[in-house]
T-cell receptor, first 110, second 105 residues
Framework: QFVESGGGLVQPGGSLRLSCAAS????????MSWVRQAPGKGLEWVAN????????FYVDSVKGRFTISRDNAKNSLYLQMNSLRVEDTAVYYC?????GGQGTLVTVSS | EIVMTQSPATLSVSPGERATLSCRAS??????VAWYQQRRGQAPRLLIY???TRATGIPARFSGSGSGTEFTLTISSLQSEDFAIYYC????????FGGGSRVEI
């Protein structure tokens, strides 16, 4: 249902933009989220966006640095990540109510 | 924030035995609960949604139950490929996950 892309190796302070292509359901009918999993750790909700993009929420640790957005015409979800920190290193997944992709790995390291 | 608490953290069982994993929500989530299996190095795999509905292709030995704040995932007869970490998740209000239960030999 979800194909995430855009991850990679970036230095602390750098930026990345993640993308998620959704299929198999009515994209415009759901809030969409990003979820991440740091190496050896559990799953953590990062951000979500309302069906029409009018409301957005973030976990405290990424507020002011990450921006979630969506393009309903393309059934796509995005996460712009700025001022990246070592602790942002994780596999990032997109989700509607449930996870359904392989994720994209973001590694923040010098 | 709705907190999901899983127990036990680790369950040691033998192949062929029954495994029962628990998940408690800090407030009622009705039946808006999913369960995932995660093997080492892989993405989480959806097992159960709506607290008790098996996802496509999931064997019948996996079953989910519960509503409100108490939920259970049961594996009726463990196979070798079932040794993994299991996560519960609520999707009533945003998405929050339990800390995981490791099923090991």
């Amino acid at each position: 249902q979800f194909v995430e892309s855009g991850g990679g190796l970036v230095q602390p302070g750098g930026s990345l933009r993640l993308s998620c292509a959704a299929s198999g359901f009515t994209f415009t009918g759901y809030w969409m989220s990003w979820v991440r999993q740091a190496p050896g750790k559990g799953l953590e909700w990062v951000a979500n966006v309302k069906e029409d993009g009018s409301e957005k929420f973030y976990v405290d640790s990424v507020k002011g640095r990450f921006t979630i957005s969506r393009d309903n015409a393309k059934n796509s979800l995005y996460l712009q990540m700025n001022s990246l920190r070592v602790e942002d290193t994780a596999v990032y997944y997109c989700a509607s109510t449930i996870l359904g992709g392989q994720g994209t790995l973001v590694t923040v390291s010098s | 924030e709705i907190v999901m608490t899983q127990s036990p953290a680790t369950l040691s069982v033998s192949p062929g035995e029954r495994a029962t994993l628990s998940c408690r929500a800090s407030q009622s989530v009705s039946t808006h609960v999913a369960w995932y299996q995660q093997r080492r190095g892989q993405a989480p795999r959806l097992l159960i949604y709506g607290a008790s509905t098996r996802a496509t292709g999931i064997p019948a030995r996996f079953s989910g139950s519960g509503s409100g704040t108490e939920f259970t995932l049961t594996i009726s007869s463990l196979q070798s490929e079932d040794f993994a970490i299991y996560y519960c998740q609520q999707y009533l209000n945003r998405l929050t996950f339990g800390g995981g239960s490791r099923v090991e030999i």
